[in-house]
């Protein structure tokens, strides 16, 4: 049978009239299959006729692809399967009893729906029919990294979190959270992999474009609100379901290195400041975030046992649980026990600290420490082997596997898990949506710099019918707000968009993380300041991370900064069309010395910013 073939379950009617689903296809209605019943009971009872493989399987939770027509990847049999964004789905679903899958890759929103329902259909063949929960990466944004975020062509596009911060307006997080769930909900993804509530206390960490900033208390705010606009104000049905990241706060990493890799394993304080990491996730608890993804990282010289925090079972039962009261799931980062491939490179796991342990161990100390389900694994075999041999009790993979139920029964998957093919195509990118996220965008844009050093006058807004020339802008989009040149010595003023700096890194997966170095080289520096010293020169500085621009600011006749922003957003606030509100979600330090000799778990301590925290310009637009 194909999985176009997959029978659907039936619906059918218990003597009172009650619809629903049969999910173990004997014709009477069980008490989990039971929409009436609270949902305890429900879980209750299904956990009672689970097999130990099926309990397993709902423990891990790992990547899976989409092919572009919106079909089931299954390669041919024989086909090599150490690579997980190739990875059979029927040998997932059905061969290793997995449910849970964090969907890698795009199609178009119909096709996303139509994938979502073919993959129901799959798990609705094993033996108690228990659907699938999609989760994915954020998707809204102008990044693509496999490890991060997934641009993906349909949806609604937004500044990523820095610019929502420079916004620092809740109620548009909470709004646009809240559009990723329509769009989510639409293509059938219930679990969100964040929001980020880490914080950008090391300007050379290569996630700070996940992050609200480096105020812990700006972004406990926008933490919150995001999460309810996914979750609303309790899960339901029409949630989705946030897994709020990475426990307890990813940003001090040691010299700004990532923890994906063996050199970034290092989690510091030397500050003194553990406590102040903590803030955003507090709030993230009082919203009801239904799921916390700890760190790969370990930490060093702090109270706690030197291992990731996955491992570490001071800091998810006796911080998490215990101090905090955090009864849902948690699940760790990707891929902490296994050895892979990816992209064509190897990638060890991510291991740290337990490096010596083998993959069996590790999985031990995983459930030890508290932790519900691995991220990143699709390894079943591990758990019924540490049960069967004793060295992990039955009891306590029911309590991981009642809470993994109890989301899905909430979330309203077992009464209907399917997607509506139409409705995506009309939901998804629709015309509202798509132009709050514009003027997101737009509002988002900071303004470091509106006065050439020998004008009297700023030169902000830009006047219509100007001559301009443009570097990477696209020329078409520049035609519709002034005459767009080619020679330099044309124009009356130039625009260059460029990207904070980086040191590259080897070619495959680690080139997706841009690290190290924030200033410039001479070479790059080089012909900027040319264009600079023959006409008034405006810079568009994308902040992935915190630049250090100090000859660009110093030579530039406006200097603005942006978040993630198409040409048309930009040039609506340059040409005065709408009016830029962004401040600064974090300082821009003076120089490189600036940045190394601050400690990572302190916000904003270069000592003498060139552009400080909260710093951004007032332009009014054109007409007021």
């Known amino acids: 049978m194909t999985h176009d073939q997959a029978a659907r379950p039936r619906t059918l009617s218990a003597p009172d009239g009650t619809r629903f689903r049969d999910l173990n296809g004997n014709g009477t209605m069980e008490p989990y299959e039971d929409p009436r019943l609270p949902v305890g009971e429900r879980v209750a009872d299904l956990l009672g006729r689970m097999t130990l493989e099926e309990k397993a399987g709902l423990l891990f939770q790992t990547m899976i692809a989409i092919n572009p027509d919106g079909t089931l990847v299954d390669p041919e049999p024989g086909a090599p399967d150490d690579d997980p964004m190739r990875a059979s789905t029927s040998a997932m679903v059905t061969g290793k009893l997995m449910n849970h899958f964090n969907l890698f890759g795009a199609a178009a929103p119909r096709r996303m729906a139509e994938w979502n329902n073919r993959l129901q259909d799959l798990a609705a063949t094993t033996r108690l029919g228990i659907p699938v929960t999609v989760s994915t990466d954020p998707r809204h944004g102008f990044v693509d990294n496999p490890a991060a975020s997934a641009h993906t062509e349909g949806f609604s596009l937004w500044p990523e979190p820095p610019g929502l911060a420079a916004i620092g307006d809740e109620e548009l997080v ?32 290569a996630r700070i474009l996940g992050t609200f900033g480096s105020d812990a208390h700006v972004a406990a705010r926008m933490v919150a609100a995001y999460v309810r606009g996914l979750q609303g104000e309790s899960l339901g049905a029409s949630s989705v379901a946030a897994m709020t990241k990475h426990f307890p706060g990813a940003g001090p990493q040691l010299d700004g290195e990532d923890a994906h890799f063996p050199y970034g394993r290092e989690q510091v304080y030397p500050g003194g400041n553990f406590d102040y990491h903590l803030i955003p996730f507090e709030a993230a608890f009082a919203a009801g975030t239904s799921q916390i993804m700890p760190y790969y990282a370990m930490p060093v010289g702090t109270e706690y046992e030197e291992v990731g925090f996955g491992f570490n079972k001071a800091v998810v039962t006796g911080l998490l649980r215990e101090k905090y009261g955090f009864d849902g799931i948690v699940c760790t980062d990707w891929g902490l026990v296994t050895d892979s491939h990816i992209l064509g490179a190897s990638f060890p796991a991510r291991a740290w600290g337990v490096e010596e342990l083998d993959r069996l161990t590790r999985v031990e100390k995983i459930l030890d420490a508290g932790a519900d389900q691995l991220g990143g694994e699709a390894a079943p075999g591990l758990v019924v082997e540490l049960v069967r041999t004793g060295r992990v009790g039955v009891e306590r993979i029911d309590v991981s596997v009642a809470r993994l139920l109890r989301e899905k029964f909430v979330l309203g998957l077992f009464d209907d898990p399917y997607a509506d093919p139409d409705a995506a195509e009309q939901i998804c990118g629709s015309a509202e949506f798509t132009a709050e996220g514009l003027n997101a965008q737009s509002r988002s844009i900071t303004i470091l710099k509106d006065r050439p050093d020998d004008a009297a006058e700023p030169l902000l807004p830009l006047k219509p019918g100007l001559r301009i020339h443009v570097q990477g802008v696209d020329p078409e989009i520049a035609g519709r707000y002034a005459t767009v040149v080619d020679r330099l010595e044309e124009a009356d003023v130039a625009l260059i968009r460029i990207a904070a700096p980086y040191d590259r890194r080897t070619e495959g997966f680690e080139s997706f993380f841009r690290a190290g170095r924030l200033d410039f080289t001479e070479d790059e520096l080089r012909p900027l300041l040319a264009t600079a010293a023959t006409v008034p020169t405006v810079f568009d500085i994308f902040l992935d991370r915190p630049a250090v621009v100090p000859e660009i600011a110093q030579n530039s006749a406006a200097l603005v900064a942006n978040y993630g922003a198409s040409d048309a957003a930009l040039l609506d606030v340059l040409f005065g069309r709408t009016k830029a509100e962004g401040r600064l979600p974090f300082e821009l330090a003076r120089t490189m010395d600036a940045v190394t000799s601050g400690h990572e778990d302190v916000p904003n301590d270069s000592g003498d910013p060139l552009f400080p925290y909260g710093h951004g310009l007032d332009v009014e637009p054109l007409g007021r």
């Open 174 to 205: 909470r709004r646009h959270a809240d559009i990723v769930r329509r769009e989510y909900l639409a293509v059938g993804i219930r679990l969100a992999l964040h929001p980020m509530a880490d914080l950008a206390t090391e300007p050379r960490w």
